[in-house]
């Protein structure tokens, strides 16, 4: 969902501070010795799994509490064509069920599927209690460690009577105009692997057989890497809504998602 409702209440936590260490600490240091070891450990025991050497990008869109901090969620980013919102709080269903805790649910199951299969895993949030990232944010962090792929996840707040999955593609726009093509070749496998592996049927009421070019969205115009987002279902549709609160059907999103990287990647 990618359209603001409005704030469900006034309380106005601060985004967390980026401090930057003025001198690098003996720890500091130990701990990136540990972390280049483990590195190193990860590839020995990666080696030899379809993704091994990979490096992919989970994007689960919005987060737990951007309703607490509309000042900061509603300040303006440039997305490469024109100015948006950092973030919105995105959708939810009928009974309450967050589209933020769906988005964060079968990001972490995609992540935990991707690391079995030997990816190393970039995720632009990691827990479902905070504010932001900005949505030009999230594309920087992708960008910056160079994935190899990345899938956005959300679930649509569409009309009540329509139903499905839409996977939006990028277009050309001079700053991601090196990554269409790969972008439309993964966006066809995962909407492929989404409608046959999961039950829920293509969009209804969003683009054509499932996919969707959109020119407005800063993850699709600033992205340099492979990239395409999943709009899962429609959490204002009862049917659509039903499955998608359901463990089972995020753990097999996330399954048919992870599918959808491996046959990408292994063909590129
Ligand atoms: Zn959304």
Not at 10 to 33: F, G, I, Y
Not at 253 to 266: E, K, S, V
């Amino acid at each position: 969902m990618l359209a603001p409702p409005p704030a469900q209440a006034q309380q106005l936590p601060q985004p967390a501070a980026m401090v930057a260490p003025a001198t690098v600490s003996r720890a500091a240091k130990r701990n990136a010795d540990t972390s280049s070891h483990s590195t190193a450990r990860h590839a020995k025991r990666a080696s030899g799994l379809p993704l091994a050497g990979k490096v992919v990008g989970v994007d689960p869109g919005h987060n737990g509490r951007n309703w607490s901090d509309p000042t900061y969620i509603d300040h303006q980013i440039w997305n490469g064509r024109q100015w948006e919102n950092c973030n919105t709080t995105g959708t939810q269903t009928d009974g309450g069920y967050t589209e933020a805790r769906f988005n964060w649910n079968v990001g972490s199951d995609l992540a935990a599927d991707l690391r079995a299969e030997g990816a190393r895993v970039v995720l632009t949030r990691h827990n479902n209690d905070g504010v932001g990232p900005c949505v030009n944010t999230r594309a920087h962090i992708l960008n910056a460690a160079h994935v190899d792929v990345a899938v956005a996840i959300h679930a649509d707040g569409g009309p009540v009577g329509g139903r499905g999955f839409t996977v939006l593609e990028p277009v050309a726009d001079g700053i991601n105009n090196r990554v269409i093509k790969p972008s439309y070749r993964f966006a066809s496998v995962l909407r492929n692997d989404f409608r046959t592996q999961t039950g829920m049927p293509v969009s209804t009421y969003d683009g054509t057989d499932g996919l969707q070019p959109r020119d407005d969205l800063a993850g699709e115009n600033l992205t340099t890497v492979p990239y395409a987002l999943i709009e899962c279902g429609n959490m204002r549709n009862a049917t659509d809504a039903a499955m998608l609160v359901t463990a089972s059907f995020q753990k097999r999103a996330a399954r048919a998602i992870a599918n959808a990287i491996t046959t990408f990647l292994r063909r590129r």
